[in-house]
Structures are given as structure tokens and as C-alpha cells.
């Protein structure tokens, strides 16, 4: 699996757009980009993922840049909760062991 | 509510006594795995079953043991604990090639 780069911590300002960045240049053709967060000790949770197209969804976008080699996840209207850990992950899709290789993520913090 | 459940949230024990954390999910996926977090080392997967009665390990098994006699169950058997596998544990699930569902966590001390 590719490896990713993330700084290892970042604030925002409540109600400001979070952009946190991850960087897999080793990143290969059929690889998905997953982001995970992780709040406190609880279970991480599952926020977004994408191949090659922009996506979004309730909780937050993912933008891909075309050559794959980066991304960025952004809330688009951070809150106190969304403080938490976040990681970037990039895995092939695989029927078998979906195991996700957590790295150390970035720390996000919410400022009020 | 989709959701997966592990028991008991927190645990204390003593060196060499069995015990077992389960998990269930409500969602009829047919993967499921275990990971333990410890500070330093991030999240490391113990065991995993792509389906009812197929298991395999992951990057930690020793001193572990699981079971997956139906599909919502994975229960994470420890036969004789020992002091460094006092961790936090998740159980997750999902389909295959899906995005994966976390329990909310297992805090065990051995001592």
C-alpha cells in the first residue's frame, strides 16, 4: 500500500473551513484514498473515500488532484466535535483482508 | 441503527486469567477484524474473517484467538493474559471493499 504524509497536527476556528492535507506520491492506479477520524479513544469513523473524482458527502469533500498524487479533506463548517485525529489512508480494493494501515494522522484541533 | 457493539468497554484483570471480548454487528457483513491500539504504535490488526468460519491473522496474533462461528459474532479470546496486552481494542466490519465500521472500543488492563 502507498504510504501518506500528513502534518502532524493543525487548528481551525469554529465555524472556519478545516482543509487537512495528505500527501501519497506512491499512490498506484486502482489505490483509493480513505479518511478515517478518530475522537478521543472512541471507534475510529469512517468519513469519505475516492479514486480519481472529486467527492462529497454529509460530513465533509475529498479533492483529489489529478495527478493522484495528493489530497486534501475539507469540513467545510468545522465545529467543536470535529476536533479529533484524522487519517489519510490509501488501500487497493481488496476482497480478501481489508486491512487499513493507520499511520499517525493529523491532530485537528477546533479552536472557539 | 447499523452499529457494532463490543463487550465489556472496560476490563481489569489479572495475568493468566482467560477472558473474552466480544463483538457483534447488525449490519450482515461478512468481514470483520480486531485491531489494538497502543500509544506510539497506532492501530495494528490482530485477527480478521472474510466470512463464517474463515479466519486468519493479521500483523499481532500471538496470544490471541478468535472464532467466527456466525456472521454477526467475532469474539477476541485472550487464553492467558500477560501484562502487554493491556491495550485498547477495536472490533470493526464491513462489506468487502466498503468503507469499515468501528466498535466503540475495549480498554483492557492486565496486571
Known amino acids: 500500500d502507498a504510504k501518506t504524509t500528513q502534518p502532524p497536527s493543525m487548528d481551525c476556528a469554529e465555524g472556519r473551513a478545516a482543509n487537512l492535507p495528505c500527501n501519497h506520491s506512491?499512490?498506484?492506479?486502482?489505490?483509493?484514498v480513505y479518511w478515517y477520524r478518530q475522537i478521543h479513544s472512541q471507534g475510529p469513523q469512517y468519513i469519505i473515500h475516492g479514486l480519481k473524482n472529486n467527492e462529497t458527502n454529509e460530513m465533509a469533500s475529498l479533492i483529489i488532484t489529478e495527478d493522484r498524487k495528493s489530497s486534501t479533506l475539507i469540513l467545510p463548517h468545522a465545529t467543536l466535535r470535529d476536533t479529533a485525529v484524522y487519517y489519510c489512508i490509501v488501500s487497493p480494493p481488496n476482497f480478501g483482508n481489508e486491512k487499513l494501515t493507520f499511520g499517525t494522522g493529523t491532530r485537528l484541533t477546533i479552536i472557539p | 441503527e447499523a452499529q457494532v457493539t463490543q463487550n465489556p468497554r472496560y476490563l481489569i484483570t489479572v495475568t493468566g486469567k482467560k477472558l473474552t471480548v466480544t463483538c457483534s454487528q447488525n449490519?450482515?457483513?461478512?468481514?470483520m477484524s480486531w485491531y489494538r491500539q497502543d500509544p506510539g504504535l497506532g492501530l495494528r490488526q490482530i485477527y480478521y474473517s472474510m466470512n463464517v468460519e474463515v479466519t486468519d491473522k493479521g500483523d499481532v496474533p500471538e496470544g490471541y484467538k478468535v472464532s467466527r462461528k456466525e456472521k454477526r459474532n467475532f469474539p477476541l479470546i485472550l487464553e492467558s493474559p500477560s501484562p502487554n496486552q493491556t491495550s485498547l481494542y477495536f472490533c470493526a466490519s464491513s462489506y468487502w471493499g466498503y468503507e469499515q465500521y468501528f466498535g466503540p472500543g475495549t480498554r483492557l488492563t492486565v496486571t
Open positions: 506512491t499512490i498506484s492506479g486502482n489505490e483509493y
Open positions: 449490519m450482515n457483513h461478512e468481514y
